[in-house]
């Protein structure tokens, strides 16, 4: 079974330039994350997707930060412009999931690594 | 508010020790608990969890963790440690009525050989 799947792996923009990281959950999987993992941090949540719709964004830089989730699958997360402090490694998981929400284990891509110079 | 502690930032053991990783959760129904280790370069991968019943729940790699309800404590604990258990170790929480799944800052775990 494949994994879930992240590109680009690294990426180093200037700060105000934008940048879009791409995620492609385990087939069949319901629910996505975006999570940011600053170094030396744990991973917080950014948005939390079931199939198209949005679960949870509370914590998601709206006025920087975009994510889609269009037909239910892949994902895609966009900064712009992006800050010194966006400088983070971008997780995306997905999970089972279903009705009522998640209870079950997340399965983590490699992550993006985003440096803004 | 849910929320997860670790409180040890950073822990060295000598490998074959044992070792025990601190987690207190804040919630406030019966939480779902995970534990997760990052290596290097790499996604977290899952090493157990508890979701109800006997609260002495086993993972891979030897690991296992104990749920106590009267602490607020899900620590993660192994008998002997491998020098291949060098990672970051992660607790999280999910909250049935959230939905969210929040995760600590994490221990890193340095083995001397």
């Known amino acids: 079974e494949a994994g879930v799947a992240q590109s680009p792996r690294y990426k180093i923009i200037e700060k105000r330039q934008s940048v879009a990281f791409w995620c492609n959950p385990i087939?069949?999987?319901?629910?996505l994350y975006w999570y940011q993992q600053i170094l030396g941090q744990g991973p917080k949540l950014l948005i939390q997707?079931?199939?198209?719709?949005?679960?949870?964004d509370s914590q998601l830089p709206k006025d920087r930060f975009s994510a889609e989730r269009l037909k239910g699958v892949d994902s895609t997360l966009k900064i712009q412009p992006a800050k010194l402090e966006d400088s983070a490694v971008y997780l995306c998981?997905?999970?089972?999931?279903?009705?009522?929400?998640?209870?079950?284990?997340?399965?983590f891509g490699e992550g993006s690594r985003l440096t803004v110079l | 508010a849910q929320s997860v502690t670790q409180p040890d930032i950073h822990i060295t053991v000598s490998e074959g020790a044992s070792l025990e990783l601190r987690c207190n959760y804040s919630?406030?129904?019966?939480?779902?608990l995970f534990w997760y280790v990052q290596s290097p370069g790499q996604g977290l991968q899952l090493l157990l969890k508890y979701f109800s019943g006997d609260t002495l729940v086993q993972g891979i790699k030897g690991f296992e963790a104990e749920f106590e309800r009267s602490q607020s404590s899900f620590n993660l604990r192994k008998p002997s440690v491998h020098w291949s258990d060098a990672a970051e170790y992660f607790c999280?929480?999910?909250?049935?009525?959230?939905?969210?799944?929040?995760f600590g800052t994490g221990t890193r775990l340095k083995v001397l050989a």
């Open positions: 998981a997905s999970s089972l999931g279903g009705t009522g929400g998640n209870t079950g284990e997340l399965f």
């Open positions: 997707f079931q199939n198209n719709g949005v679960v949870d």
């Open positions: 999280a929480v999910w909250g049935s009525g959230t939905y969210k799944y929040i």
């Open positions: 919630y406030g129904a019966t939480p779902y």
């Open positions: 087939s069949g999987h319901a629910t």
